[in-house]
């Protein structure tokens, strides 16, 4: 992990949203917007990505632990 990488999905989002905030208030002078934007772009790439990798965490357990199963009718009862 380098310096610039956020320790969690929590972190990034909470990094994330401090930029925006900071950025909406309009106070930022030009250069340091930028560099705001970038580093905004970074955080957004890193949680689309935890995202992504949750999402296919999920869909691997859900094939190997949910599967389809057929009603049993009673004997008898094939109606």
Do not use: W
């Amino acid at each position: 992990m380098t310096a610039n990488t956020p320790a969690s999905f929590e972190a990034a989002l909470s990094e994330l949203e401090t930029i925006v905030a900071t950025m909406e208030g309009g106070q930022l002078p030009l250069k340091e917007s930028l560099a705001a934007y970038q580093r905004g772009a970074e955080l957004l790439q890193h949680c689309q990505s935890a995202l992504k990798d949750a999402q296919q965490q999920v869909q691997v357990l859900e094939k190997g632990v949910l599967k389809c199963f057929e009603a049993e009718v009673p004997e008898g009862d094939e109606s």
